[in-house]
T-cell receptor, first 112, second 112 residues
Framework: EAQVTQNPRYLITVTGKKLTVTCSQNMNHEYMSWYRQDPGLGLRQIYYSMNVEVTDKGDVPEGYKVSRKEKRNFPLILESPSPNQTSLYFC???????????FGPGTRLTVL | SQQGEEDPQALSIQEGENATMNCSYKTSINNLQWYRQNSGRGLVHLILIRSNEREKHSGRLRVTLDTSKKSSSLLITASRAADTASYFCATPRSGGYQKVTFGTGTKLQVIP
């Protein structure tokens, strides 16, 4: 089954404690992306990747890091989380940036 | 500021009525995509309309695109309670950019 998986689905952490949210797709897609969703603001793109070892900033990259060492995986790293990063995070993938995106189920992150 | 803005922000209709929601964007686009989200879950792609198309249909969905006005509309005909969800437009940027911008969404409630 074609899918995008994210882990964990729910996470409560404290300020400053490094965390990683994993994302994996099994569709051999080149383009992968991370979004955060906040009430009233819709989805905002954090980082995206056009292919292995090629990543770039989206509209709200501050406080986040990503890596793309393998085509299927695109982890999101918060090295020192802060309460303003409390949000619902989605990973998505598509063949190319202009194509239909497939979304993961989301990760609800709370930073205390 | 958001590339994509949907209006209305919220819409409540009776089952069987038509629902129309609009999306405006600011820059040149390759295509425009509509997605649906059920209550905090992952987004699901509904329909994609290319920049050289003016109208597209898929089942009960009708999408129009007016590139001169930088706007699109999504019409859901004969709505059902199961159509209750949030709807977002997404615009992959043209001109070699790889960013994808989502709007703030329209929350649709269909009352049985």
């Amino acid at each position: 089954e074609a899918q995008v998986t994210q882990n964990p689905r729910y996470l409560i952490t404290v300020t400053g404690k490094k965390l990683t949210v994993t994302c994996s797709q099994n569709m051999n897609h080149e383009y992968m992306s991370w979004y955060r969703q906040d009430p009233g603001l819709g989805l905002r793109q954090i980082y995206y990747s056009m292919n292995v070892e090629v990543t770039d900033k989206g509209d709200v990259p501050e406080g986040y890091k990503v890596s793309r060492k393998e085509k299927r995986n695109f982890p999101l790293i918060l090295e020192s989380p802060s309460p303003n990063q409390t949000s619902l995070y989605f990973c998505a993938s598509s063949l190319l940036a202009t194509d239909t995106q497939y979304f993961g189920p989301g990760t609800r992150l709370t930073v205390l | 500021s958001q590339q994509g803005e949907e209006d209305p922000q919220a819409l409540s209709i009776q089952e069987g009525e038509n629902a129309t929601m609009n999306c405006s964007y600011k820059t040149s686009i390759n295509n425009l995509q509509w997605y649906r989200q059920n209550s905090g879950r992952g987004l699901v792609h509904l329909i994609l309309i290319r920049s050289n198309e003016r109208e597209k249909h898929s089942g009960r969905l009708r999408v129009t695109l007016d590139t001169s006005k930088k706007s699109s509309s999504l019409l859901i005909t004969a709505s059902r309670a199961a159509d209750t969800a949030s709807y977002f437009c997404a615009t992959p940027r043209s001109g070699g950019y790889q960013k994808v911008t989502f709007g703030t969404g329209t929350k649709l409630q269909v009352i049985p």
